[in-house]
């Protein structure tokens, strides 16, 4: 496929590098398989721990030349990267689609989120700013600066498999920081495109190897990067399993974890919404990427007083939904990742059916022509109850539960009852709600959205959640803040030591 040549994506591919180099390894043979088709589309070498090491020695070495940098210049580099990726937006948001399964429309998505991310760290490598304070001591200046950590190791997920690495690394490099990137082995071949990518404009640039580094592998890799102690900053992306794992390793060598964890999001849909905004908002939130976001929609709180209405244009919604090829436009949702998936998927359905639900719109594996690879489904309706043990759990799958609710307290009870907390919203147009919905008594996710849906964040606003979302935040405002190490600074300038609260300590 052409986009895979302009990617240069060959058969067999190399898997761990320090930018414009690769380095031999006996990690294996990782195969990426397309759920689009079920076709081998190459192959990627696995990292071992000697190439683990000599990565981490190459990255620990580039830092000392990187952080020194003036941050301007480092946002000079990043503002050629987003424009080499303005310039392969098109072949590598194909390859998103095609190794990953997401719609066309969503893999250009995903890689205008790197072209955005880009934008925001130019303009913030002339902002890394720190605080003036007065100091109680005549003759004396205080001040906090902030510094680079030094490695900064990333573990992304499948479904977001370049724009989640670049929310980490565009940031970490203009704060004066390496990375090294430990990319889901579900889409390998999208972390080699964006190294050769970035590998060029480093060339350009003298940027010295070890700056932007590969480990490809499995959970192995992970592990190595979480316990390793010249790794001061681990940024996570995935399960909540994987999350509580990383978290309890890093935190015992007393390192700093940035954790984007699972999320069950949910909109409450007021007897005040405005049903046209309401219904496509839930619809998206719910289908968009097959249901394989961390902010997919997976439960609507319907007021009973519009229930079956609501009920019933969902249901026609549904109807219209075209599931097939993601490189086709015309299609509005692809394939789930892997055959696991869809075993999750079916599984999460015969238990709320044991529970009691009633699916409106059934669920199912699709087959015939065009679905040969066995991953498309039916995104699926249930009427549910809250006390359903399913619906208090993450399935990445289209599947959407529909519960009633009386009073707006009641909905945001419902709202906040499940573990997760990443992102939430209430459609309404009684200013009343949407504000109570936003106060402290309100939402208790990271995300809190009034008249919009769940899914597609922008960049401009930091990124997580609270609970089992694990709390890390990535992106926008002052996410930078985690890539760096704080300090304060006091200067004497007089001729005395006068002691802090006034303290004598005369000789």
């Avoid at 869809?342 to 699916?359: D, H, S």
């Avoid at 960049?459 to 930078?480: L, N, Q, Y």
Wanted: hydrophobic content about 40%.
């Amino acid at each position: 496929m052409e986009f895979l040549r302009a990617l240069r994506i060959d058969a067999t591919n190399q898997g761990v590098g320090t930018g414009a180099k690769w380095i031999s390894s006996k990690g294996g043979i990782i195969e990426s398989f397309s759920p689009v088709d079920g076709s081998m589309i190459a192959s990627v070498i696995a990292t071992d721990k000697e190439s683990f090491e000599t990565v981490i020695r190459t990255a620990q070495e580039a830092f000392e030349n990187w952080r020194m940098v003036p941050a301007p210049k480092r946002g000079e580099v990043i503002r050629q990267i987003g424009e080499a990726l303005r310039q392969n937006k098109e072949p590598l948001g194909k390859l998103v689609s095609f190794e990953m399964g997401k719609s066309l429309q969503e893999g250009l998505g995903e890689v205008q989120e790197m072209i955005d991310i880009c934008d925001f760290a130019v303009g913030l490598s002339r902002q890394l700013h720190g605080f003036t304070m007065h100091s109680e001591r005549s003759g004396h200046r205080m001040y906090e600066q902030y510094h680079p950590l030094g490695i900064a190791g990333i573990i992304s997920a499948f479904n977001f498999p370049v724009a989640v690495w670049s929310w980490n690394c565009m940031l970490a490099w203009v704060c004066g920081d390496v990375c090294v990137w430990k990319p889901s082995e579900k889409t390998p071949l999208c972390s080699l495109a964006c190294q050769h990518i970035v590998a060029d404009v480093f060339a350009r640039n003298n940027v010295p190897e070890g700056v932007s580094c590969i480990v490809n592998g499995g959970r192995e890799a992970g592990e190595w990067l979480a316990a390793d102690t010249r790794i001061p900053l681990i940024s996570a992306t995935g399960s909540v399993r994987m999350g509580k794992a990383v978290g309890a390793v890093v935190g015992a060598r007393l390192g700093r974890a940035l954790l984007e964890l699972g999320g069950n999001n949910a909109i409450i849909i007021s007897k005040d919404a405005d049903l046209d905004i309401a219904i496509p908002g839930s619809l998206f939130g719910a289908v968009g990427t097959a249901g394989q976001r961390c902010t997919t929609t997976r439960r609507l709180i319907i007021h009973e007083d519009i229930y079956d209405s609501v009920k019933t244009r969902l249901v026609k919604a549904y109807q219209q939904l075209r599931i097939g090829n993601p490189l086709d436009p015309a299609n509005h949702a692809g394939p789930l990742i892997d055959k696991d998936a869809v075993k999750m998927y079916l599984e999460a359905i015969e238990k709320c059916k044991a529970e009691g639900g009633n699916f409106i719109v059934e669920g199912g594996v699709l087959n015939g022509k065009g679905y040969e690879s066995g991953c498309y489904v039916k995104p699926c309706i249930a009427e549910a109850k809250t006390g359903f043990k399913i619906v208090q759990h993450e399935t990445f799958a289209p599947i959407l539960y529909l519960l009633k609710y009386k009073a707006i307290e009641e909905a945001i009870a419902i709202q906040n009852e499940v573990p997760q907390g990443l992102s939430s919203s209430i459609m309404t147009l009684n200013l009343r709600e949407s504000e109570l919905f936003l106060s402290h008594a309100g939402s208790d996710c990271g995300i809190a959205n009034v008249n919009i849906g769940t899914s597609g964040a922008e960049i401009g606003g930091a990124f997580g959640g609270e609970k089992e979302t694990g709390g890390g935040r990535e992106s926008g405002s002052d996410a930078w803040k985690v890539y760096m190490r704080r300090q304060t600074n006091t200067i004497n300038y007089s001729t005395s030591l006068p002691l802090a609260q006034g303290i004598q300590f005369n000789i």
